[in-house]
């Protein structure tokens, strides 16, 4: 169980509004360990990461190396596999690019879905325009959901890379990765994982999963922004070319033009990183950590369902996907268009989106083209489920237009 | 007749929302469309025109949108229909400035004026103004094309 009492006490968000933030997959509050960690590198110890002329470089080296084992740690994978980026969205873009378009051909396939967020779909769409490897999707059932009979189907000698989110943006919905790596491997494709959604809210263990790449972001997990990861199994990395090149990523290069690249990680990380974001997410790891990402796991699966619950009885509200388990509700109130409820719930003081999420599966599996995504943490409660619901249930399209006239 | 009863303001955009004025986009070439998707929020909506010497002959819409964009492009298109050029952007004129609490003519605004506190919600004020953006657009290249020939 979560001491839930303390724990909403280590949010200052928490402590000083009245907000019931219900959109955590967008991005996530920070407890005070991260924004103290974050604070003590500009207060503390505010100078560049490079081995060390001087004592306090030396001492931000080391705790930039104890991030990337926290990390590691963190997936069960080792430090040298741990690549920094500025988020998932780059992590992807650096997979695409730089081993994607490297050895993708003619002829080869790279195997996807329609779910996917747009951070991991445009740089395969642009991948596939280059390299003339085509790109194909492995058909959804009617709930969104992939299962691993269309998945068996969709595979094929041809594909090379399967890449997918491994929790859905939209519906929440988690696909099967071990199985999927397993049968991937089976046909020599490389399977590159989308965790933005995944990486917060569960346990990972990239060993066991098996899975060849794996991108998320920081802030999506209590950590800061502008930081994220890409692991990779090492000789993956070390096929995979650099996005940019500068200080930092070469040991040595020469006037004719000759470039002696470090291995990786530190090839990938070329000039000065996010530092303070680092050692925010380092924080921010532990800090989960400590809670455990078991409990954190289980207390939001039993929050999505307790949501469910609550929302089904209410006559006016259709909800996309009941079977859902990782803290994602997508659902429409009938009659009112999803920015108007979304605005009339904002004025009674809940946070939740109304979009489109950058999926096309909503309008040709849900068939609505734009919905509500109210999305928990391990820090949300059941009493803000019940006030939320309360809010919800009282909504007519009268009160949404009164709010605003 | 006043405009400024809450009550009144709201009721209007409900009719308009509700049952919207030229909610129906036609096949004709005669007609000019514009396509506006927002890139801050969900709308996504289509207006089209048929402007002929000067003169606003026609105004349509369709598409999604929320309460606010509906019902102001409903009330637009019906405010500026049959309107000649310069009048239609006097008015135009006039609504922008409301939402921007600048002085303006509320005589002139008729329904629109249920609009005139939009302007408190800054977050919605872009709903108001979709519908008077595109038929803006519209007549500007109508203008241009005519320029042109
Ligand atoms: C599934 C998924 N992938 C990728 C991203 C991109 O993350 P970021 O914007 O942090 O780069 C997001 C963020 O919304 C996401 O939900």
Not at chain 1, 25 to 34: I, L
Not at chain 1, 127 to 149: F, M
Request: glycine fraction near 6%; aromatic fraction near 10%; proline fraction near 2%.
């Amino acid at each position: 169980m979560l001491d839930l009492t303390n724990i909403r006490n280590e949010f200052p968000m928490l402590k000083k509004n009245n907000l019931v933030y219900f959109d955590n997959a967008a991005t996530t509050f920070k407890p005070y360990k991260v924004i103290n960690a974050v604070m003590d590198y500009y207060e503390n110890c505010s100078v560049n990461v490079h081995r060390g002329d001087y004592d306090l470089s030396f001492q931000v080296s080391n705790q930039f190396d104890q991030a990337r084992e926290a990390v590691a740690k963190y997936l069960n994978a080792t430090s040298k596999e741990i690549v920094f980026t500025s988020g998932a969205s780059s992590s992807l873009n650096l997979v695409a690019y730089g081993y994607g378009q490297k050895y993708l051909k003619e002829g080869d396939v790279i195997l996807s879905t329609e779910a996917e967020h747009a951070s991991n779909i445009l740089p395969w769409f642009k991948v596939s325009e280059v390299t003339k490897a085509k790109i194909e999707y492995i058909p959804l059932n009617e709930e969104g959901i992939l299962s691993i009979e269309n998945f068996k189907k969709a595979m094929h000698d041809k594909v090379k890379v399967v890449t997918l989110a491994q929790v859905s943006n939209v519906l929440g919905h988690k696909v099967p990765m071990k199985e999927i790596c397993k049968i991937a491997h089976s046909y020599g494709a490389v399977v590159v994982v989308d965790g933005a959604q995944s990486v917060p809210h569960l346990k990972m263990d990239v060993q066991d999963l098996d899975i060849d790449f794996l991108a998320f972001s920081a802030h999506k997990m209590c950590g800061p922004t502008g930081v994220g990861v890409l692991y990779g199994k090492y000789d993956l990395l070390q096929a995979t070319d650099p996005f940019l090149l500068g200080g930092g990523s070469n040991a040595r290069f020469d006037i004719c033009g000759n470039i002696l690249l470090k291995n990786a990680p530190y090839k990938f990380e070329a000039g000065t990183p996010a530092i303070e974001g680092v050692l925010g997410l380092k924080a921010a790891v532990e800090y989960l950590m400590d809670i455990g990402m078991e409990h954190i796991e289980e207390y939001e699966k039993e929050l999505n369902q307790y949501f469910v619950e609550k929302l089904r009885p209410l006559e006016h509200v259709v909800i996309y996907n009941p079977s859902g388990t990782c803290g994602i509700v997508t659902f429409n109130v009938k009659g009112i268009f999803a920015q108007d409820v979304a605005s009339y719930l904002s004025s009674k003081g809940f946070a939740i989106r109304a979009g489109n999420h950058c999926a096309k599966i909503l309008i040709d599996v849900i068939q609505a083209s734009e919905t509500l995504r109210a999305s928990v943490y391990f820090y949300n409660t059941k009493e803000e489920i019940d006030a939320f619901i309360q809010a919800l249930s009282e909504i007519t399209l009268e009160k949404c237009i009164a709010v605003v006239i | 007749m006043t405009y400024f009863d809450q009550n009144l303001m709201r009721a209007i955009i409900m009719d308009h929302y509700t049952n919207p004025r030229n909610k129906k986009l036609v096949e004709d070439e005669s007609y000019k469309t514009k396509h506006m998707a927002s890139e801050s929020c969900i709308d996504d909506i289509y207006v089209q025109s048929k402007i002929e010497d000067g003169v606003i002959k026609d105004l349509r819409f369709d598409g999604v949108a929320c309460t606010i964009s509906t019902s102001s492009t409903s009330i637009m298109t019906a405010l500026l229909k049959n309107k000649d050029i310069k009048q239609a952007k006097h008015i135009i004129a006039q609504y922008r400035a409301m939402l921007n609490e600048l002085d303006y003519d509320s005589e002139l605004l008729e329904e629109a004026n249920c609009f005139c506190n939009l302007s408190k919600q800054a977050n919605r004020i872009k709903c108001g103004l979709i519908g008077v953006d595109a038929i803006s657009e519209l007549i500007e290249e109508n203008e241009v094309s005519n320029d042109e020939q």
